[in-house]
């Protein structure tokens, strides 16, 4: 980068070319007179010319100076457009974010107006990943993602469990006693979390078998709402899924029978440098998180 003259000196010219005297400058910037005269000089042998001539008892700023100021001033107001669009990753530099799509509809969604409304400068481009885009994480400043809860140094946000879950009318026309009793009734099984009923099986100490009707679907989020929707039993996670419950859109059915505990961890791509903004987002995320979780 080329030498540039001292931002002191240009605010000091800047202020006496737009001022009858060297006293009026001072008052603006609120400094003595003998602070703008210094300056200018400093910005006279910076330039290596003379920007104010003497007539009378008054410095006058030359031609070449109104020239000179008047292109400063508006490369000084680009530079303070700049600054002011990027401060705090605001709305010319967002901060870029990949959320799973379940988390990003059941959890994050609801909650997202509390962080505007703390943040109101700060502005969010969230993109909501299906399990096959969720390893690309390049063009990201920030990603949550699901893991398995573990004893990593790099600490969750928020954690959560699996358990049986189904609506309130499928339960009435489906009534169950006892874990073996769920598979001779319709279920609903997620393609991306194939699993989840073998490891429900086993948590309830029953062998797992194929339900009597199987209702599937490719990601969680659709299953939710099947689930909702009174299509049959289905494997969700509680914590994530808080909304429909406290709403009685959803019960628990054996809630004894938890399975698969994770949590979600938001995570910073090799290389990406934390703003404030970046840096204000996992705060309100970990408060968020905790108390909610």
């Excluded at 070449?64 to 530079?79: D, M």
């Excluded at 109101?120 to 390049?138: C, F, H, K, W």
């Excluded at 989840?196 to 679907?217: L, N, Q, T, Y």
Aim: charged letters at 20%.
């Amino acid at each position: 980068m080329r030498e540039l003259p001292p931002l002191s000196a240009l605010r000091a010219f800047l202020a006496a070319c737009q001022s009858d005297s060297f006293s009026e400058a001072a008052e603006k910037l609120n400094v003595t007179h003998g602070v703008i005269s210094k300056q200018v000089q400093v910005a006279e042998t910076w330039f290596g010319v003379t920007l104010f001539e003497r007539k009378g008892s008054r410095r006058v700023a030359t031609p070449y100076a109104l020239t000179l100021a008047q292109e400063l001033t508006l490369a000084l107001e680009g530079v303070s457009d700049v600054a002011a669009r990027h401060r705090f990753g605001r709305v010319n530099h967002p901060l870029r974010i990949s959320v799973p799509a379940s988390f990003c509809l059941y959890w994050l969604m609801p909650r997202i107006a509390q962080f505007y409304q703390q943040y109101p400068d700060i502005n969010l481009r969230i993109d909501s990943a299906v399990s096959s885009e969720q390893e690309s994480t390049g063009r990201y400043d920030l990603v949550i993602r699901r893991q398995p809860d573990t004893t990593s140094q790099i600490k969750p946000f928020f954690c959560d469990s699996n358990a049986l879950l189904a609506s309130p009318g499928f339960i009435s026309r489906h009534p169950v006693s006892v874990p073996q009793d769920v598979l001779s009734v319709p279920c609903i099984e997620t393609l991306t979390r194939p699993r989840s009923w073998a490891k429900w099986c086993e948590a309830a100490g029953i062998k797992h078998v194929p339900c009597s009707s199987v209702h599937r679907f490719d990601h969680f989020y659709v299953t939710a709402e099947a689930i909702k929707a009174g299509l049959g039993f289905g494997i969700g996670p509680v914590n994530l899924l808080q909304n429909s419950l406290q709403k009685g859109d959803i019960q628990i059915v054996f809630p004894d029978i938890i399975t698969d505990a994770y949590c979600y961890y938001a995570l910073t791509p090799v290389g990406v440098q934390k703003t404030v903004a970046h840096r204000a987002f996992e705060s309100w995320l970990f408060s968020t998180g905790n108390a909610a979780g």
